[in-house]
């Protein structure tokens, strides 16, 4: 015996429905009352009127899918044959897809176009570059004689002033040599006072033998009249010309007597300047065992120790001047059409991320590769071409802020403004 089926909630439902037959007699089931078999049929009836909607909106989606891939098989092979003329299509399928996107980029561009220009005028009136570092002079101390560090009054990073005492070498060996220079120098003074004194002695010995020479040739001219007339004898005129003759011979060595006179006098006063000089030289070189600051600035590079013995010329230590600071900024070759001494600057400084204002100073004579150590030969081998740069000062005005806490060798972002 078959056994009979069980049937669902809504099969129940649907099979205890309102059944009429040609005639029109009533054959829904036994117990079911007619309003609860209308509401039956009219849930039934709502429940098919959503099926069929629905299923018309999936035809839909299905049909406008199906035209989309139709399109972007149109578009795809345009693309390929004419990519340039696919572009306008890219964009349009873009802005079919995203509708309010679209819309707020073209609100965006439209205003956006009236300060492109002043945009433009913006970006085209400076140059920049982050090719810069902050400079100064760093000046070498050195020592001007050789000998024995005695004391070191300084170490690095110490600022000082101009003039102030950085080491001392051991004055003893200058304390000797300004004594011995001294006394040299009295020695030549004494000389000279002898040589003036032998010189104005020769000089009066001259004079007497040129005061008896007159004498004697003015009686040999005597004694030679009288001899003609007979009033003198023979014997009396030669011996006055003998007389004469002598006394002339004296003139003549007092006169020679006296020139080296002279001569030893001007030597001896040479001596004098030269023991001077020396002199002065001993008293340098004793001033020179104090080795201090010739200019202001913060010590560095202090390679000096107490008992080192150094020669004249040898490095101890660096001053870096940080009261005269600069910017050299390394521009392109290209950045400079319109760049001029004068023009304004700023400057921005990492370490503190502040800005500083000054201007164009000066501009390098040639490239930075030009003062190398090995500058490049572009005439031998293979040549390739690069953008060189050239270096710009610029000067920072007046003061400002923490300009006093720059320190050279500071990465920089230099821009100069060209308008």
Known sequence: MAQKP??????????????????GADIRP????????????????E???????????????????????????????????????????????WARRRPFVALILLIAIAAAIPASGRLWSFINSY????????????????TRINGTIERVYVDDNVQVKA????????????????????????????????AISDYDTAQARAQAAIAANSLAQHEADRYGVLSKHGVASAEQAEQASSTANVDSATVAAARAASDAASMTRAAREASV??????????????????????????V???????????????????????????????FKETQLIRMH??????VRVDTYGTDFQGHVESMAGASGEKYSLLPPENATGNYVKIVQRIPVRIRLDGQQGAAEKLRPGMSVEATIWLK
């Open 6 to 23: 069980v049937l669902t909630e809504v099969e129940s439902e649907a099979s205890v429905g309102v059944r009429t037959t040609a005639a």
């Open 30 to 45: 036994h117990g079911v009352s007619a309003t609860v078999a209308d509401s039956i049929a009219s849930r039934l009836y």
């Open 47 to 93: 429940d098919h009127l959503l099926l069929r909607r629905e299923v018309s909106r999936l035809h839909d989606e299905i049909d406008k899918l199906r035209q989309e891939r139709e399109e972007s098989e149109e578009e795809d092979a345009i693309e390929s044959d004419r990519p340039a003329e696919a572009i306008p299509l890219r964009l349009a399928r």
């Open 127 to 142: 140059e920049d570059t982050d090719d810069a570092q902050v400079d100064a002079h760093i000046d070498p101390v050195s």
């Open 163 to 194: 003039g102030q005492l950085l080491a001392e070498i051991d004055p003893r060996d200058y304390q000797v040599e300004l004594e011995q220079a001294r006394a040299n120098y009295l020695q030549a003074q004494a000389q000279v006072k002898s």
């Open 273 to 298: 300047a030269a023991a001077k000089a020396l002199l002065d030289q001993a008293e340098l070189n004793l001033t020179y065992t104090k080795i201090v600051a010739p200019v202001a600035g913060i």
């Open 300 to 330: 560095g590079k202090r390679s000096v120790e107490v008992g080192q013995r150094v020669e004249p010329g040898q490095e101890l230590l660096a001053l870096v001047r940080n009261d005269d600071l600069w910017v050299t900024a390394n």
């Open 341 to 346: 001494l004068g023009q304004p600057a700023t």
